[in-house]
């Protein structure tokens, strides 16, 4: 069956430093993911997304790669900021629906 | 900026009563979901729907489970006798479309739902 997961559930890391995220999926149809940041007590948040055509997506602090290969999706934070500090999601979407199934959420602690 | 905007922010019900969340979505989206969050577990899905009608589900939406959409602007979970494993989180969420870049679905602060 369909399932997205995270292989680390907490992770901490110095203020400054570059945090990576790991996250593995079984469905093979998934064509679109995402990563979201959920702080306490809100919504989750869209940070970046990529879709399978591409294993390397970039935006602001935050980079997406993917490896079709190995089912597997990461997102870099570069310099992490207290801000940073948060659960943070991936979720995945196949071509033959629109829901997003979501893997079990890291937690990431920024130090001072 | 646009966002999707959920109320009640807490909700505490007694177990068999009926509760309706409520939901705007973002306007110009055509899109709407309904997810839900037990207290430290991932984000489940409940429903998508489209075009005024459910266009996907999850074993989760049973028959106790029902969306609406009474209006141009409101998007609505009814759930008809709560029990106390419906306690959660309840996000709705919007999106533009399903396809290209405008996937991103967008979601509310959510509503907790307490139910004792």
């Known amino acids: 069956g369909e399932s997205v997961g995270l292989h680390l559930p907490t992770l901490s890391v110095q203020e400054g430093d570059n945090s990576i995220i790991n996250c593995a999926y079984s469905n093979s149809a998934s064509d679109y993911f995402i990563w979201y940041k959920q702080e306490s007590g809100k919504g989750p948040q869209f940070i970046i997304d990529?879709?399978?055509?591409?294993d390397k997506r970039q935006g602001q602090r935050v980079t997406v790669l993917l490896n079709k290969t190995v089912k597997h999706l990461s997102l870099q934070i570069a310099a992490t900021q207290p801000g940073d500090s948060a659960v943070y999601f991936c979720a995945e979407k196949s071509a033959a629906g629109n829901k997003l199934t979501f893997g079990g959420g890291t937690r990431v602690l920024v130090k001072p | 900026e646009p966002e999707v905007t959920q109320t009640p922010s807490h909700q505490v019900t007694q177990m068999g009563q009926e509760v309706i969340l409520r939901c705007v979505p973002i306007s110009n989206h055509l899109y709407f979901y309904w997810y839900r969050q037990i207290l430290g577990q991932k984000v489940e899905f409940l429903v998508s729907f489209y075009n005024n009608e459910i266009s996907e589900k999850s074993e989760i939406f049973d028959d106790q489970f029902s969306v609406e959409r009474p209006d141009g602007s409101n998007f609505t979970l009814k759930i008809r006798s709560t029990k106390l494993e419906d306690s959660a989180m309840y996000f709705c969420?919007?999106?533009?479309?399903?396809?290209?870049?405008?996937?991103?679905?967008?979601f509310g602060q959510g509503t907790r739902l307490t139910v004792v």
């Open positions: 990529i879709r399978s055509n591409m």
């Open positions: 969420a919007s999106s533009e479309g399903t396809g290209g870049w405008n996937t991103e679905a967008f």
